[in-house]
Nanobody, 117 residues
Framework: QVQLVESGGGSVQAGGSLRLSCAASGRIGSINVMDWYRQAPGKQRELVAKITSGGSTDYADSVKGRFTISRDNAKNTVYLQMDSLKPEDTAVYYC???????????WGQGTQVTVSS
């Protein structure tokens, strides 16, 4: 079983920055993809950014140029650097991963990000 633990959320004013971390632990052979999702109140969970084991990245249009995803393969950890934050970035942020070729079916507790105007 694989566990994901997110951290680094908080409250900032618009234009500020936060850095999220997500550490995976448990029965990990290889992590192929690590990604970040977010869910705002009353909205569906959406993909924010993803990164492959080789370092290829992809971003939602709404965060391109502001967010940067990175990972430390030795630590099984993925990061999300969020700059120029906007109130519409307010959400609970979750990470997920493709481990040993399979998408994880469970989620961590998430970390709250609140951006005030």
């Amino acid at each position: 079983q694989v566990q994901l633990v997110e951290s680094g959320g908080g409250s900032v004013q618009a234009g500020g920055s936060l850095r999220l971390s997500c550490a995976a632990s448990g029965r990990i052979g290889s992590i192929n993809v690590m990604d970040w999702y977010r869910q705002a109140p009353g909205k569906q969970r959406e993909l924010v950014a993803k990164i492959t084991s080789g370092g290829s990245t992809d971003y939602a249009d709404s965060v391109k140029g502001r967010f940067t995803i990175s990972r430390d393969n030795a630590k099984n950890t993925v990061y999300l650097q969020m700059d120029s934050l906007k109130p519409e970035d307010t959400a609970v942020y979750y990470c997920n991963a493709v481990v040993n070729g399979r998408r994880l079916g469970s989620w961590g507790q998430g970390t709250q990000v609140t951006v005030s105007s």
